[in-house]
């Protein structure tokens, strides 16, 4: 029985260390998979969060330029939908992609050029404005939607 007892202990001596390192190895690569499984879990909202987003912001976007290149004499009727239809959109849009700075920048530079625009910049037609001037105030404010549609299509 003593060299029973013997080869078991010698047994248990030299497994028990590998079973620790073992048991160790198994719960690190436990925490690596759970921090990487929810890293790309986080990426998948996000980036599914900013398509939605998307989604419902540039059919807005582009609404309002359609109503920009047929609104006739009334090109000021345009400018308070900015802030009617879009701040709310915006907003949402610019939490998303406050990781990417970037992005970031450029949507805060073509959203405060469109939400910035005056009513001098987008007025209703006056009987003294000349057709090219109001075509050119039209210009502007198509090409400050097309640029935020642009740096929303693109993020």
């Known amino acids: 029985m003593d060299n029973i007892g013997q080869i078991v202990y010698q047994t248990i001596g030299i497994s028990l260390p590998e079973f620790i390192r073992l048991g160790l190895a198994g719960m690190a690569g436990g925490l690596i998979g759970a921090y990487a499984n ?12 900013i398509k939605a987003e998307k989604m419902k912001f540039i059919p807005l976007i582009e609404g ?46 073509a959203w405060g050029r469109l939400a910035n625009t005056t009513h001098k910049e987008a007025p209703y037609q006056q009987p003294n404005m000349s ?19 642009k740096v929303v299509q693109d993020s």
Request: glycine share 4%; net charge positive; proline share 4%.
């Open 38 to 49: 929810d890293r790309l879990t986080r990426k998948r909202d996000r980036e599914s969060g």
């Open 64 to 109: 309002l330029i359609d109503s920009t290149e047929k609104c006739g004499r009334l090109l000021g009727d345009v400018h308070p939908q900015i802030h009617a239809k879009l701040f709310e959109p915006a907003h949402r849009f610019r939490l998303l992609i406050l990781d990417k700075p970037e992005r970031l920048r450029l949507f805060d530079e």
């Open 131 to 149: 057709e090219s001037e109001y075509a050119r105030m039209r210009q502007t404010l198509k090409a400050r939607f097309e640029a935020v549609r």
